[in-house]
Nanobody, 122 residues
Framework: QVQLAESGGGLVQAGESLRLSCAAS????????MGWYRQAPGQERELVAT???????TYAGTVEGRFSISRDNAKNMVHLQMNSLKPDDTAIYLC????????????????WGQGTLVTVSS
């Protein structure tokens, strides 16, 4: 089973940029969709961006044009480049990967990282 570890969060001012990284370790076989979610205090967790193994991406409307998701299959990593950050981007950002399904006998699992905190000041 794969384990995920996020990094790159921190405190920045509005308009600045951050690059988040998520490293997969352990059993890294059969990783399909990878993505980033975020959760602000008192708010529900929301999807930020996803990327398939082949590179197809989706974005939440609130981050489209500002954020860019990418992955390096050889390194088993996924990144989130966040530009033009706004105070309402402040949240814990969590990495998620779907693992399994490469064969009919494999279980399909969703695996989550612990999250990294992004704080954007005005």
């Amino acid at each position: 089973q794969v384990q995920l570890a996020e990094s790159g969060g921190g405190l920045v001012q509005a308009g600045e940029s951050l690059r988040l990284s998520c490293a997969a370790s352990g059993d890294t076989t059969c990783l399909s969709v990878m993505g980033w979610y975020r959760q602000a205090p008192g708010q529900e967790r929301e999807l930020v961006a996803t990327i398939t193994r082949g590179g197809r991406t989706t974005y939440a409307g609130t981050v489209e044009g500002r954020f860019s998701i990418s992955r390096d299959n050889a390194k088993n990593m996924v990144h989130l480049q966040m530009n033009s950050l706004k105070p309402d981007d402040t949240a814990i950002y969590l990495c998620k990967v779907v693992q399994g399904g490469c064969t009919v006998e494999q279980r399909v699992l969703e695996v989550w990282g612990q999250g990294t905190l992004v704080t954007v000041s005005s």
